[in-house]
């Protein structure tokens, strides 16, 4: 019986190898050796081809396509062949992208995954011109793009070769371009509206990834006529693009020298998955013992950049505490001095009076989008009041969003203090959001610095008092005025427990890519499709105007919000779909802010709701709830409607001086709305 079952097993082993050997067959064509792979050159619809394939391909497929200048800075390659990806090119010279040269891609997209099983969706690499092929193709077929990288890419031919903005242009390309594109003259080429530049919409509408490295001296390919504009355009539009600059660097060389965020890019977008992440058995939430540092997995991959000596970008997302020109100045400053020969940036994403509800839907926009090396997590005293289970969903949102964007970026979590927390850490348990937070570090093996714990254990020792308005007796620390923000003093003990804990840290730390943590969740709904997506002027009806960003609420906002609209007559609308189950506007309110009515699938919600509340004698950041609990499945309309009254203002009149002469002031009037942003659990639906 034993001999029958291992012959059975052979058989099926050969037939499996069979099955693989036919799946994996040699390409026609030359064979030779590129960088110690198989390289095989042939042709398809009459045009030279060649496909370098790995020495064992990954799990369904994966591939990179050139646009233009294969095997110019290889390194990326090389890198993803190991992991299993193929490289082709196609070669069509002096097409420009061009029509022709879109179809004779066709022709080679259809015989690769055809004949030979490459994955539907393929990474682009545009260098230079190559550009102009990558983009027209993934323009014509966003179905079939997973991401595009894309390097000093021309993005508009009136740009170069046309030499029509800030570049000298290039005369013998120019002419290409009218005879490849069938112009018969040079108006009709600067008349046309088919650039990239001018055709994001269905690489936005098929949320296309898109990562650009760009020199911001490029003399030849200038890049704010070209790369800028993409990222301007395809952000109005709700797409993600990340942007790597090279300061001071012209078009030439191209790449990084370091090619890790090009590799981790691709193969992160373009790896065909095998499996869908599994959450893990449903937590409980229990208090966790209060320590100064957990180390658990370290900060290796920032460690290892900082002591390189490369430049290092440090973000910072949290509230008011994280805000203020306090610990987030003085670790920024600290890691400086600590590591003379790197260079290390601030990405400053804290809003006051935020937590992680919203910073899950804004850490995409306000810190990811800028390529940060550290992202410190600063919400425990405001997620203060907020049930375990929405903590985890928003942080989980926020580790997850973070490492699908980049799995080298580095995670701390920070707990700071509040008045209140004490009785919990006078036990020796962390507060209820640290502790929560705790149980999701411990998942995904976070670090976490606790500032809490060292402020109560020098209360206890008599060195310090939590809040005072006078100055403090000698040799006592004044931590704060309102028990919540830390004055001088207080930034600078959370500023020494980063020093004092910092070796702990990087003992515990090896650089790693965290990707691999992504294949099973802490909790299932968690909010790592929370997204922020810009109100456009197609969304809107009646007299809304757009907000210059040079003066007035636009320029206190807009850092944050993008585009702001503002709307102030009654039955002015806001009105978009969204395929998700939550949606929210990301808005303001203000002492002239005005109410509106919310309309969901044609139901209206039961009351106006009013722009407006206690404390508004200024204007601030805020989120309108508009959808919630919807079906995730299906698209939902909303339309939100200026309501001709405006709110109650009473409810202000305590802070007012003389509130019966104030409230009449132009100050208080109005039925104004301002928006920039959508934040959805889900997409937005264009059509």
């Known amino acids: 019986m034993r001999s029958f079952l291992l012959f059975a097993c052979a058989l099926v082993a050969v037939g499996t190898a069979a099955v693989a050997a036919e799946s994996d067959a040699p390409f026609p064509g030359t064979k030779s050796n590129w960088n110690g792979f198989d390289r095989y050159d042939f042709e398809v619809a009459g045009k030279p081809v060649l496909v370098v394939c790995p020495q064992q391909s990954a799990a369904g497929k994966p591939w990179v396509w050139h646009g233009?200048?294969?095997?110019?800075?290889?390194?990326?390659?090389?890198?993803?062949?190991?992991?299993?990806?193929?490289?082709?090119?196609?070669?069509?010279?002096?097409?420009?992208?061009?029509?022709?040269?879109?179809?004779s891609w066709e022709a080679f997209y259809s015989e690769l995954t055809g004949k030979y099983g490459f994955a539907k969706k393929v990474a682009l690499v545009g260098l230079s011109r190559g550009g102009l092929y990558c983009y027209n193709w993934a323009i014509a077929n966003p179905d079939k793009v997973a991401c595009i990288y894309a390097d000093a890419p021309v993005c508009d031919f009136k740009s170069w070769p046309g030499g029509k903005g800030d570049g000298p242009g290039s005369p013998r390309d120019?002419?290409?371009?009218?005879?490849?594109?069938?112009?018969?003259?040079?108006?009709?080429?600067?008349?046309?509206?088919?650039?990239?530049?001018?055709?994001?919409?269905?690489?936005?509408k098929a949320h296309v990834p898109l990562l650009h490295v760009y020199g911001d001296a490029d003399e030849v390919v200038p890049w704010k006529e070209n790369t800028g504009l993409v990222a301007e355009r395809y952000r109005a539009l709700g797409g993600d693009i990340t942007l790597i600059p090279k300061p001071g660097v012209k078009h030439h060389p191209h790449g990084l020298d370091d090619p890790t965020p090009i590799v981790s890019f691709i193969a992160l977008h373009?790896?065909?998955?095998?499996?869908v992440p599994t959450a893990a058995a449903k937590p409980e939430y229990h208090a966790v013992q209060a320590e100064l540092v957990r180390p658990r997995e370290g900060l290796g991959n920032v460690i290892e950049k900082l002591k390189a000596g490369g430049p290092v970008k440090v973000a910072?997302?949290?509230?008011?505490?994280?805000?203020a020109e306090g610990w987030r100045v003085k670790s920024r400053k600290w890691l400086q001095e600590k590591y003379p020969q790197a260079k290390v940036e601030e990405i400053h994403a804290a809003i006051g009076g935020t937590g992680s509800d919203l910073g899950v839907f804004r850490v995409e926009r306000d810190a990811l989008s800028q390529n940060p090396d550290l992202l410190f997590v600063e919400f425990a005293v405001n997620d203060g009041g907020a049930a375990p289970e929405q903590i985890w969903r928003g942080m989980e949102g926020i580790v997850?969003?973070?490492?699908?964007?980049?799995?080298?970026?580095?995670?701390?979590?920070?707990?700071?203090?509040?008045?209140?927390q004490e009785s919990s850490l006078n036990k020796g348990e962390c507060p209820r959001s640290a502790s929560a937070m705790e149980q999701l570090a411990?998942?995904?093996?976070?670090?976490?610095?606790?500032?809490?714990?060292?402020?109560?254990?020098?209360?206890?020792?008599?060195?310090?008092?939590y809040?005072?308005?006078?100055?403090?007796?000698?040799?006592?620390?004044?931590?704060?005025?309102?028990?919540?923000?830390?004055?001088?003093e207080?930034?600078?003990i959370y500023q020494d427990v980063i020093a004092e804990t910092w070796p702990a840290i990087e003992a515990a730390g090896k650089p790693e890519d965290h990707s691999s943590k992504l294949t099973s969740m802490f909790v299932a709904d968690n909010w790592q499709a929370a997204k922020m997506v810009p109100v456009t002027k197609s969304m809107l009806t009646g007299d809304w105007r757009e907000l210059p960003n040079d003066n007035g609420l636009g320029k206190s906002f807009s850092n944050r919000m993008g585009t702001i609209w503002e709307g102030s007559k009654p039955g002015d609308k806001l009105t978009f779909k969204f395929r998700g189950s939550q949606a929210k506007l990301y808005d303001l309110v203000g002492p002239n802010g005005g109410q509106v009515i919310v309309t969901v699938d044609g139901k209206p919600l039961s009351k106006p709701i009013a722009r407006f509340d206690s404390y508004c004698t200024y204007h601030r950041l805020a989120t309108l709830s508009v959808a919630n609990n919807t079906n995730p499945d299906e698209v939902h309309t909303v339309v939100v409607e200026i309501h001709p009254e405006q709110p109650d203002r009473q409810p202000v009149a305590f802070r007012l001086k003389d509130p019966e002469t104030e409230l009449k002031s132009p100050k208080f009037q109005g039925t104004n709305v301002w928006t920039g942003q959508i934040l959805v659990l889900g997409d937005v639906v264009t059509e």
């Open 442 to 465: 411990d998942f995904y093996g976070i670090p976490s610095i606790n500032f809490a714990k060292r402020v109560v254990d020098l209360q206890q020792a008599g060195k310090l008092i």
């Open 400 to 420: 997850r969003q973070t490492w699908a964007k980049n799995p080298r970026t580095d995670i701390c979590f920070v707990y700071t203090f509040a008045v209140g």
């Open 467 to 488: 809040k005072s308005d006078m100055p403090a007796e000698a040799g006592v620390i004044r931590f704060s005025q309102d028990g919540v923000h830390p004055l001088d």
């Open 270 to 275: 373009a790896a065909v998955p095998t499996a």
């Open 174 to 204: 120019w002419q290409l371009v009218l005879e490849k594109y069938g112009f018969e003259n040079e108006q009709q080429a600067l008349a046309y509206q088919g650039n990239p530049v001018d055709q994001l919409a269905p690489l936005a």
């Open 490 to 492: 207080g930034h600078q």
């Open 316 to 323: 910072y997302l949290g509230g008011s505490i994280t805000a």
């Open 68 to 103: 233009e200048f294969f095997g110019h800075k290889p390194a990326p390659d090389i890198a993803l062949l190991k992991q299993g990806f193929h490289v082709v090119y196609m070669k069509v010279p002096d097409m420009l992208g061009a029509p022709d040269a879109v179809k």
